[in-house]
């Protein structure tokens, strides 16, 4: 097939729309390059690194207007070594999961450990929501904000049952969606998506309930393996370090990322602005009779992942092709869906004409794959 080239006045200025590592603006990478000598091979253990993560901790305990008590833990590994630290360090006796797609699917995983009772499941067809539901003998609730593998968003809302712990995946939602801290324990996140910085960690925002825990079940005879131990990540987090050598290089991205959020009106701006663009995506795919939301509740639909399922005669594989042979890259449906889907990413860091663009340019495409 002959190669389709996109009018350059239909391309999106910049061409990333995945959804995790996904685009980094210039201004972050202008402000790493100015820090020269003064930060990237320096200790973590000193002053330049350290008032770095404290600004990190402040800054986000700012964007997420967090209440009294509640801390900004970090540790090394991504949101997926967070979920074997909770089941190592956090979930007492069993946990319950909502199960709607891969990383939900993952954290019950991690949480079927020899030590711990088999975790309860909530699951729903994937594309559908589902909800944690009170259960006498479970003391963690673990549900995705965001599940970024199907594009389904659910509601934060604390699971009502006492000395239980609401435990919230924030990973491709957090810095885009807005979210009320009080109604959760542990808000966490890898800050490769929406907080448009590097993969490599993960932070948590703990209440107090959260913390207590935590620091009881290292108190018992549990063996909890050091690079697992959440206590461990508490107590370095005080003092602005992680249990071992982080990137600082992600530290440094997600710290522009956060006062660059800051200073556009927090979390209610963020919001409003994934809403928007999310919104152009979704209305676009209803509108088109080769296209539809992949997500049929219009409230479960994501702000930040737009999931969009493509009529069967057009395989998503030649459109994505033929974007990235034009500088649009990662708009792929995630791979063990296989569906035949496209998956935009409108993280906050993407504005509105590069969504309004990229949608001319798939229009583009279909068009000549479909004359
Ligand atoms: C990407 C993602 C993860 C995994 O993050 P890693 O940094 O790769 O461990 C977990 N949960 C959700 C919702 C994600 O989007």
Known sequence: MASIEIPKSLLPADGRFGSGPSRIRDAQLDALAATGRTLLGTSHRAAPVRDLVADLQAGLAELYRLPEGYEVVLGLGGASVFWDTAAAALVEHRSQHVVIGEFSRKFARAASAPWLAAPDLREAEIGHGAACVPTEGVDLYGWPHNETSTGVQLPVTRVPADGALSVVDGTSAAGGTDVDPSQLDVYYFSPQKNMGSEGGLWVALMSPAAIERAERIAATDRFIPQALSLDG??????????????????????????????????????????????????????????????????????QVVATVDLDERIPAAAVTDALRANGIVDVNGYRKLGRNQLRIGTFVAVPPEDVRQLLRSIDYVLDRLTD
Do not use: C, M
Request: hydrophobic share 40%; proline share 7%.
């Open 233 to 302: 990540a508490i107590r370095n987090s005080r003092k602005h370090q992680t249990i071992n050598t982080p990137a600082i290089a992600t530290l440094f991205l997600l710290d522009q990322q956060v006062h660059w959020l800051l200073g556009n009106g927090g979390l209610p701006w963020a919001d409003a602005r994934t809403r928007e663009t999310s919104d152009l995506v979704y209305d676009w795919a209803e509108r088109d009779p080769r296209l539809a939301p992949f997500v049929s509740d219009p409230a479960l639909r994501s």
